[in-house]
């Protein structure tokens, strides 16, 4: 299966925008001889040598969830991993490892996860993994997503983005942690600002889907982004440099990895980008693909 990386809040859809982007982890899932509950895990590229090479490895503990919840004995499993997306940069690698592992689950019991009587448990299991829905609906749906939740329980919809949209993805080599990034984040804050990020919320909605020329405005943030600048400077540097030329710009998801809009796809001269790899990345319309190899 293939397993697109993903992008969230998009500067003013805190918790609640995500987008799918045209950068792929690629699991195959094989059935072997063996102890039921055991697996083999490898690992290529993004997490070689970082992360489990047994069944502790994430899509294999999602799998095993899975067909626990529906009754079934896992089997014992080869699982390869092609890993192209960045771990801890922002661009939802472990909500594509959730995906991953709740996908090849479905399939080995023979389910589909976008089938009407799987979709709303694949996105609630992927989405409470998470505390949130928005990296995980744009690797299960792909396009646009808005996600909610009210409690415990988690939904989303879809959306078309526009067709001009032509996503730039800033990497730079600093890992973040979401966990500590959020606990830069203040209990409370201005009601000004809170009026602000309701009316840009709104307002990427419809740049997105329907005039990109408004996501200069629509990207504009005062919840997240400024209180999370000790954690990346430079990261935050690089926003203001590229709003300040024009250009649509906002922490990916928890950092540090910065997404623009720039139209045509192209930065503008002069923008220092050094530090950081540059990646154009289209985005991605279908969300996880299942292939069944002979």
């Known amino acids: 299966m293939t397993v697109p990386a993903s992008t969230a809040n998009l500067g003013s859809g805190f918790d609640t925008l995500g987008m799918a982007l045209s950068l792929y982890d690629t699991v195959e899932v094989e059935v072997v001889e063996g102890r039921p509950g055991t697996a083999r895990v490898q690992v290529r590229?993004?997490?070689t040598g970082a992360v489990p090479a047994d069944e502790n490895h994430l899509v294999v503990r999602m799998l095993q969830r899975v067909l626990a919840g529906l009754g079934a004995t896992a089997p014992a499993l080869r699982v390869r991993c092609h890993n192209t997306i960045p771990h801890s940069r922002g661009l939802g690698s472990s909500a594509a490892a959730i995906v991953a592992g709740i996908t090849a689950g479905y399939t080995l019991a023979?389910?589909?996860?976008?089938?009407?009587?799987?979709?709303a448990d694949v996105l609630q299991m992927a989405a409470s993994c998470e505390g949130h829905g928005d990296n995980a609906a744009a690797s299960l749906y792909g396009g646009l997503v808005i996600a909610w939740s009210e409690g415990d329980s988690f939904r989303a919809t879809r959306l078309e983005p526009h067709a001009d949209l032509r996503p730039v993805a800033l990497v730079?080599?600093?890992?973040?942690a979401t966990h500590t990034t959020r606990g830069l984040l203040p209990q409370n804050v201005p009601h000004a600002d809170a009026a602000f990020a309701a009316s840009r919320a709104a307002l990427a909605v419809h740049a997105l889907t329907g005039d990109p020329d408004l996501l200069v405005d629509a990207t504009g943030d005062r919840l997240h982004q400024d209180y999370r600048e000790p954690a990346w400077p430079e990261t935050i540097a690089l926003v203001r440099c590229l709003r300040a030329a024009?250009?649509?710009a906002a922490v990916s998801g928890a950092g540090p990895t910065v997404l623009a809009f720039p139209p045509g796809g192209e930065l503008p001269a002069g923008v220092d980008?050094?530090?950081f790899d540059v990646l154009r990345l289209p985005v991605d319309r279908a969300g996880v693909r299942v292939d069944h190899l002979s």
Do not use: F, Y
């Open 172 to 176: 730079p080599a600093a890992e973040s």
């Open 45 to 47: 590229g993004q997490g």
């Open 110 to 119: 023979g389910r589909t996860v976008a089938s009407p009587e799987c979709a």
């Open 273 to 275: 980008t050094a530090g």
């Open 246 to 248: 024009g250009v649509a």
